[in-house]
């Protein structure tokens, strides 16, 4: 008997060893469809799934809404959970049997920033000045090639991004990557922050960053485009593939010193070395170039009228060039047999087209626009099988839906062209777990981002909600909710599993971050097979995941599947930016380690903080001066304070005159070492518990995590990963403004010269007011100190805050200061 309990225990044990269940790490918003991939090597029966606080690990929602598909490559059981009909705001993860997923959020604000978070690798990508290094690169660029009579002559055009991992810079990616930016920017104008300037450092400069940086781009275009007949096409060429190192140490020599050189746009098929391209026109580039300088005209017009009128006419003399030569002028390749084999150009030109009609209202563009449209009614990858490298570029046709906002008989064509397109993936993908109906070509992840924008887009053109699942499903797949369980972009979310080793000489060389890359992505098996030059350098962690069907490697060794690309990524910004709810600039936060110190205010107001563990001496003082001053205040306590009975007292009556309470940790552990912040003392299992212990003992005093979603740490002392832990869970760490020393009320006379009187405490932070003041500053002070502390300073509290406001200042709740 004891042999078959133990055989069957065993049985249990390896299938929920082989079972996973997948999510969209990022999370959900609380009214968008939601749904859970679980995933088995074993023959698994499921027919119900808990949806469980992460908090309190309470099922919080339970379902039986579970659809079972054909076994996905590799996997014997494939089921979608659904959990769409809960809609509360909370940390949660799905529980099946043992099996959990990992933990995510139901946020209305969850995309929120994430549109500004992918600029990140576009600075990191600058080329010239890198603001991510604080250097300047490839100074020298360049000289001209194809061109006989201007052969080997110098030109200017040091700017722009590098394409990839490597440093080849194109403009068939670069004008797609600058019109994607104003695009998104134009369409969703209030998801932009402005917390960078033109140079790419931090500073604001009041324009958008998304417009910085497609700035950036056009200054680029513009040098690439110096005469009405003269365009070039590209930077350098795979002798660039040298080895890994960074940008400001490339070495690569073309014979010129450390010139590169820039193809002339001839029309023709090039290739120095060993290969060659199969060019046969100039319209795919001069539609880029046009489209883009048309809508920079209309964007920056607000900002340099100058450079708008310049524009114009820059956009009208590409169009012109691109009707004279049609056909595609493709990247040149050298000595391996990969470029960008672009085959189309009518809607580049159609783009160019419907915007150029937009900014001058000459029907003649339309009429163009139109033509050009019916030429390529559906972008032919959508619904193929595979296809070469950028072979339909780019993936998505925008000019589509400018044609179909206008008011004409075609207006109803091109939304069915859209709405083709969609249903061609919609048929391919409807079948398997994932509903993803992509090609797993190279830049798998690109053609995501495409279709999400063509989803988002016939939306805003039809009432249709066919295609809403499979939206929700694609968006979910860039952020984990695929086999390998892994989002996309890189340090996106911060909190989650995303690529750790990218093919890039930023973090195999340095360990630098390249956040908001987005990755290749998946390519099938029999492509991965073929590519020349790829090397496993690590042990594969998604080995289990990876099949005969499509594979993905999280290692630099693996440039097919795991390399960031500035297009991409830059396509993606319009999609995230859609799904933000900010009605305008966000407030900006003083952050330190991923924690808020306070935010940047004009207006005059504080924050109050007290935070408590052992003692409780300054109770009745505190609650009776913020009484009489009718001032909120927040309150961050321990587990251990709050399961104090001699403390419920106060704590009633905090909560009964409305001032926020939050969490302390549940034992006041430290986190990291006191000197070497970056050291942890404790495991995350041991955060987690310590964390959910305090909100446990919160629980009796009906204080829920949604209520108390910030948390002021232990010793007010913290990291970078403590913050990613606690956002994990939908906390949000926050602590007292740096040089505000009302925290020193702590310090006893025994600590000698680190002792603070409240005399001093009090000097402090009027000078501090009357020298920078004190807007959007949270102060912290102790709930109570140690006994050989007499001087205790929260018998000053009413003069501090009288003082204050006297002085104009309003004293808000933490989460009223930052939300």
């Known amino acids: 008997?004891?042999?078959?309990?133990?055989?069957?225990y065993f049985l249990s044990s390896l299938s929920i060893a082989q079972s996973w269940i997948r999510v969209n790490q990022l999370g959900y918003k609380p009214e968008s469809i939601k749904i859970a991939i679980f995933l088995s090597k074993e023959f698994f029966e499921v027919d119900n799934f808990d949806?469980?606080?992460?908090?309190?690990?309470?099922?919080?929602?339970?379902?039986?809404?579970?659809?079972?598909?054909?076994?996905?490559?590799?996997?014997n059981s494939s089921l979608r959970c659904d959990f769409s009909d809960f809609y509360k705001e909370g940390c949660y993860y799905i529980a099946i049997r043992n099996i959990k997923s990992?933990?995510?959020?139901?946020?209305k604000n969850i995309y929120n920033g994430t549109a500004d978070f992918l600029l990140n690798y576009m600075r990191q990508q600058r080329c010239r000045f890198n603001p991510f290094l604080n250097d300047s690169c490839h100074t020298k660029d360049g000289f001209v090639i194809y061109n006989p009579p201007l052969d080997s002559t110098h030109i200017d055009v040091t700017g722009g991004w590098h394409d990839a991992s490597d440093y080849l810079q194109y403009v068939t990616t670069s004008a797609n990557a600058t019109y994607q930016m104003l695009f998104a920017y134009e369409m969703n104008k209030n998801s932009f922050s402005d917390n960078y300037n033109y140079s790419g450092k931090p500073l604001s400069n009041s324009v958008p960053d998304i417009l910085d940086e497609a700035r950036w781009g056009i200054d680029w275009l513009l040098k690439m485009n110096p005469d009405d007949s003269i365009m070039y096409n590209q930077i350098a060429d795979d002798r660039d593939h040298m080895s890994f190192r960074l940008p400001t140490e490339d070495q690569v020599d073309y014979g010129k010193g450390k010139e590169r050189p820039v193809y002339f746009c001839t029309g023709e098929p090039q290739g120095i070395i060993k290969y060659k391209n199969r060019s046969n026109g100039i319209a795919s580039t001069a539609g880029k170039f046009a489209s883009a300088f048309a809508l920079a005209s209309e964007i920056f017009s607000k900002y340099d009228s100058a450079l708008s009128v310049k524009l114009l006419k820059k956009s009208i003399a590409a169009y012109k060039y691109g009707k004279n030569h049609p056909g595609v002028c493709q990247t040149a390749p050298c000595r391996a047999p990969y470029f960008y084999e672009e085959d189309n150009c009518n809607d580049d030109m159609e783009l160019a087209a419907v915007q150029l009609f937009r900014i001058t209202g000459y029907e003649s563009y339309l009429a163009e626009a139109i033509q050009y449209g019916r030429e390529e009614k559906?972008?032919?990858?959508?619904?193929?099988?595979?296809?070469?490298?950028?072979?339909?570029?780019p993936f998505v046709?925008?000019?589509?839906?400018?044609?179909?906002?206008?008011k004409m008989p075609e207006k109803e064509y091109f939304s069915q062209f859209i709405q083709e397109g969609l249903e061609r993936i919609f048929q391919k993908g409807k079948d398997n777990v994932f509903f993803v109906g992509i090609p797993f070509i190279w830049c798998s992840n690109n053609l995501i981002a495409a279709a999400l924008t063509q989803l988002s887009l016939y939306k805003k053109l039809s009432e249709d909600k066919k295609y809403d699942q499979m939206e929700a499903m694609?968006?979910?797949?860039?952020?984990?909710?695929n086999p390998w369980g892994t989002s996309m972009i890189v340090g996106l979310p911060a909190y989650g599993d995303s690529p750790e080793d990218p093919h890039s000489a930023f973090s195999y060389l340095y360990n630098y971050k390249i956040n908001g890359g987005l990755v290749?992505?998946?390519v099938y098996t029999s492509i991965y097979k073929k590519l020349l030059g790829i090397n496993l350098y690590q042990d594969d962690e998604y080995k289990e995941f990876q099949n005969n069907f499509i594979v993905y490697h999280d290692d630099y060794g693996d440039y097919s599947t795991n390399e960031p690309t500035m297009d991409g990524t830059a396509s993606l910004t319009y999609y995230l930016s859609s799904l933000e709810t900010r009605k305008g600039i966000n407030k900006k936060y003083l952050v330190d380690a991923g924690g808020i110190t306070g935010i940047q205010d004009s207006l005059k107001s504080i924050s109050i903080i007290f935070s408590g563990h052992e003692y409780a001496d300054g109770a009745e003082i505190i609650i009776n001066t913020l009484d009489d001053l009718i001032v909120?205040?927040?309150?961050?306590?321990?587990?251990?304070?709050?399961?104090?009975?001699?403390?419920?007292?106060y704590i009633d009556k905090l909560k009964s005159a409305g001032h926020y309470l939050g969490a302390h940790s549940d034992k006041h552990l430290l986190y990291c070492d006191s000197e070497k912040r970056d050291s942890l003392l404790v495991n995350h299992d041991e955060f987690l518990a310590d964390l959910k212990n305090n909100y446990m003992a919160m629980k009796k005093f009906s204080i829920n995590p949604n209520e108390a979603k910030y948390f002021l740490p232990p010793y007010e002392w913290y990291n970078q990963t403590i913050s990613d832990w606690a956002e994990n869970l939908g906390i949000k760490i926050i602590n007292f403004s740096p040089g505000t020393y009302t925290n020193a009320d702590y310090t006893i006379p025994q600590m000698n010269e680190s002792y603070r009187d409240s005399k001093w405490i009090m000097e402090k932070i009027h000078a501090l007011e009357k020298s920078q003041l004190l807007n959007g500053k949270i102060l912290l002070i102790h709930f109570g100190t140690h006994p050989d502390r007499t001087d205790k300073f929260y018998n000053h509290l009413e003069e501090l805050i009288s003082s204050l406001l006297n002085k104009g200042y309003h004293f808000k709740r933490i989460d009223d200061l930052i939300d």
């Not at 469980?52 to 590799?74: C, M, N, Q, Y």
């Not at 909120?632 to 007292?649: L, P, V």
């Open 632 to 649: 909120k205040a927040s309150f961050f306590f321990t587990g251990d304070f709050y399961r104090n009975e001699n403390n419920k007292k």
């Open 1 to 8: 008997m004891f042999i078959k309990i133990f055989f069957l």
């Open 474 to 481: 694609l968006r979910d797949w860039l952020f984990g909710c």
């Open 520 to 522: 290749d992505g998946p």
């Open 102 to 107: 990992p933990i995510f959020m139901i946020d």
């Open 397 to 406: 046709n925008i000019g589509h839906y400018l044609l179909a906002q206008n």
């Open 378 to 393: 559906v972008i032919p990858w959508m619904g193929s099988d595979t296809a070469k490298h950028y072979q339909w570029y």
């Open 51 to 75: 949806l469980v606080d992460a908090i309190t690990d309470e099922v919080v929602f339970h379902s039986k809404r579970i659809l079972k598909f054909k076994p996905w490559d590799g996997f």
